[in-house]
């Protein structure tokens, strides 16, 4: 079978295949699967850093300054990770750098960068810029941001005053550097396919093969990567599968030749990749093509079929075998990134939901998961607000966020499951991550714990907000729920509803569970096991917009809160976005033409 890849998200759903329009087609399980098992580090975005700087300071006496940047990434313990290193530019003031920087960007995590500026004595200059030691090189200025605050400029550019590294020394007019992000995409063009079988095997006893296809691309070394695979098609020998969505970094150019293999799927092998033993469902014959892109689109175009081989375990040739594979339809698209709609003046925005039930402990106790320690420590619910909010912030420009409260009884004697957290009946809005802090925290004192716990008001709640954006002419809102919450929902059939009917709209939630209680029911609602949630009218979700994390779970691991939350909602923002056609407001992409469907 070659280089075989587990099936993360259910057996019988599509992997990498993208689901043409309504999926994201830059994630990959199996692609990604495939490299960590082999040692390698999964694909992220990655960034291209263009630095220039203006009226830097001039401290050589016969001529001007030399300068180089050096790039850092601060880590969390504080330390600076170096990232590169320009060159030299000679006798300039308003230097232009040539030499980029790499870093890959992370929508989930907080990315600070430090710029440090240097003029190279002359005595150095014919030494390579990674040798040098920046001790005996004269500093300049520095300056700070995150990635996120570059990126979601619509110019993907940003200026900044150098300052010295000490603030408390007072300095002239160091001059300023500016920065610029590119993606380092090759291309944006995605294939879009369907196929169909023809004429199969049939290789179950009792009933007909449950067919799918995996399709790999052969690298160098004679072997080959999976890149995806279709839906399994129960008991069908002529089967046609939903589109698949191919992009130029999955298959490398239209020349290169893919492995196109077709399965019965059987439920006792599930694809999983076990060390150097091979557990694999039935082949369709070991039904295998060989086939390029191009030969994709000849197929489509001339309207043939081609025959899928047998090798044959003795003599090393090819059986052909009387099953058929059909092109039905190829076209060429635009893939648009995350980054390319947050740069063109898409935003994230903010909203929040705390649970107020009683089985959170009275807030003036110590044990209590609302308690708000003299100290300054942070309970869970602050820890999730700041983590999450802090990442989020840097996508909505007013970061005015609507926080709400639920399971609590109001001043007046009633329990509401959805009330404004900052106490203002008019409005739910406040200013930036500290503006929900200070709210939650007023809160406290003016709301009494009750219960039960409902997820369903403070959904419907959001979800009318972004439907009202959706509504509007040329919206360009995309809306973030987070639920925090101590226990298991006990709405789960109006919750599950909520999320149905809200999967149409621009909206994901994050649910973070605090405390000891048992979350495994709420797993449901993350649809992560490949099944989507099903309304009780039979309706089905059309996409995942929930990602849901025990924070007990995360703080015993590696990943944080957020990374844990947000690893999902770019693919989720990108699912809806092409879903509904929608591009980015400005766009200066080169035009990718569409063949004839």
């Not at 200013?431 to 007023?442: H, K, R």
């Amino acid at each position: 079978m070659g280089a075989c890849f587990s099936d993360m998200k259910g057996a019988k759903e599509a992997v990498g295949a993208q689901q043409a329009s309504t999926s994201n087609c830059n994630d990959n399980d199996a692609v990604d699967f495939f490299y960590t098992a082999q040692g390698f580090q999964p694909l992220f975005t990655q960034v291209q850093l263009s630095l220039s700087a203006c009226n830097l300071l001039d401290l050589d006496i016969a001529s001007k300054s030399d300068p180089m940047v050096v790039v850092y990434e601060k880590k969390g313990d504080g330390k600076l990770k170096e990232l590169g290193r320009t060159e030299v530019i000679m006798n300039c003031l308003n230097p232009e750098w040539i030499e980029k920087i790499n870093i890959a960007f992370h929508f989930e995590i907080v990315q600070p960068l430090v710029f440090h500026v240097y003029d190279i004595d002359t005595k150095y200059h014919r030494v390579p810029t990674k040798t040098l030691k920046l001790n005996d090189q004269e500093f300049l200025g520095e300056a700070n941001c995150t990635l996120s605050e570059i990126v979601t400029k619509p110019s993907k550019s940003l200026t900044l005053r150098l300052q010295n590294k000490s603030e408390n020394i007072s300095q002239r007019n160091q001059g300023a550097i500016t920065i610029h992000a590119e993606e380092t995409v090759a291309a944006r063009s995605a294939v879009e396919i369907i196929f169909h079988c023809s004429h199969l095997d049939n290789k179950d006893r009792f009933s007909k093969s449950d067919p799918f296809l995996r399709i790999s691309r052969v690298v160098e070394t004679g072997g080959s990567v999976p890149i995806c695979k279709t839906e399994v098609i129960d008991n069908n020998l002529n089967p046609k599968w939903k589109p698949v969505c191919l992009n130029v970094q999955q298959f490398g150019s239209k020349d290169n030749p893919l492995v196109i293999e077709c399965f019965d799927f059987n439920s006792s092998g599930n694809h999983v990749l076990i060390g150097c033993k091979i557990v694999t469902s039935k082949f369709v014959g070991n039904s295998k093509l060989r086939k390029s892109v191009a030969d994709l689109e000849k197929l489509y175009h001339e309207r043939n079929g081609a025959n899928f081989v047998m090798p044959s375990k003795h003599d090393g040739q090819e059986k052909v075998l009387k099953g058929q594979l059909f092109v039905d339809q190829y076209c060429v698209k635009e893939q648009f990134s995350f980054i390319d709609y947050i740069s063109s003046g898409f935003e994230l925005n903010f909203m929040v939901a705390v649970d107020f039930t009683a089985s959170n402990g009275n807030p003036q106790q110590p044990d209590s998961l609302h308690y708000v320690s003299g100290s300054g420590q942070l309970n869970s619910y602050q820890k999730a607000i700041m983590e999450v909010g802090e990442v989020i912030q840097f996508y909505d420009s007013d970061k005015r966020f609507p926080a709400w409260g639920f399971g609590g009884t109001m001043p007046s004697g009633t329990v509401s499951h959805c009330f404004n957290l900052n106490g203002n009946p008019a409005s739910s809005e406040v200013v930036g991550v500290e503006g929900i802090m200070d709210a939650y925290a007023s809160a406290l004192h003016t709301v009494r714990l009750s219960g039960p716990t409902l997820f369903g008001p403070v959904i419907n709640m959001a979800a009318q907000m972004a439907a009202e954006s959706l509504s509007s002419y040329n919206s360009a809102k995309y809306y973030v729920l987070l639920i925090i919450t101590d226990g298991v929902v006990t709405d789960l059939q109006e919750s599950i509803n909520a999320l149905v009917k809200a999967s149409d709209l621009p909206l994901s939630i994050l649910i973070v569970g605090v405390g000891s209680a048992d979350f495994k029911s709420m797993e449901i609602l993350d649809a992560d096991n490949g099944r989507r949630l099903q309304s009780s009218t039979g309706r089905v979700a059309t996409r995942d917009i929930v990602q849901f994390v025990p924070m007990r779970e995360v703080h015993s691991g590696q990943i944080s809160v957020v990374q844990a939350l947000l690893e999902e909602l770019p693919n989720q923002f990108l699912t809806f976005m092409r879903s509904r056609n929608i591009k980015p407001l400005t766009s200066h992409l080169p035009h990718v033409a569409s063949s004839t469907q």
